[in-house]
């Protein structure tokens, strides 16, 4: 069995920086891509970025030029590191990898809250 555990979430003013951390533990043999997704009240859960294990990275367009993902594959780890936080920031963000232990499969994590508020 695989988890996925992220930690780094919390309340910050708008402008303000947090710097998000999942790490992968359990029967791992690979990592695949990872990435980290959102999802606001009453919306839909949505990508914000990924990162592949060579560290190709995609982002959502709403978050280009302020978040940056990254990983350390010795670690099993993926970070978020977010910059220039504005209110629609606001959201459980969520943690995903493609993770092979006997087989492949899609893992999620449990979520972290982010506020951005004044």
């Known amino acids: 069995q695989v988890q996925l555990v992220e930690s780094g979430g ?8 947090l710097r998000l951390s999942c790490a992968a533990s359990g029967n791992i043999f690979s990592i695949d891509t990872m990435g980290w997704y959102r999802q606001a009240p009453g919306k839909q859960r949505e990508l914000v970025a990924t990162i592949t294990p060579h560290d190709s990275t995609v982002y959502a367009d709403s978050v280009k030029g302020r978040f940056t993902i990254s990983r350390d594959n010795a670690k099993n780890t993926v970070y978020l590191q ?4 504005k209110p629609a920031d606001t ?4 943690c995903n990898a493609n993770v092979r232990t006997t087989t492949w499969f899609n893992s999620w994590g449990q979520g972290t809250q982010v506020t951005v508020s004044s």
Do not use: C, I, K, R
Not at 10 to 17: D, E, I, N, T
Not at 82 to 85: D, E, H, Q
Not at 91 to 94: K, L, N
């Open 10 to 17: 919390g309340l910050v003013h708008p402008g303000g920086s």
């Open 82 to 85: 977010m910059n220039t936080l």
């Open 91 to 94: 959201a459980v963000y969520y």
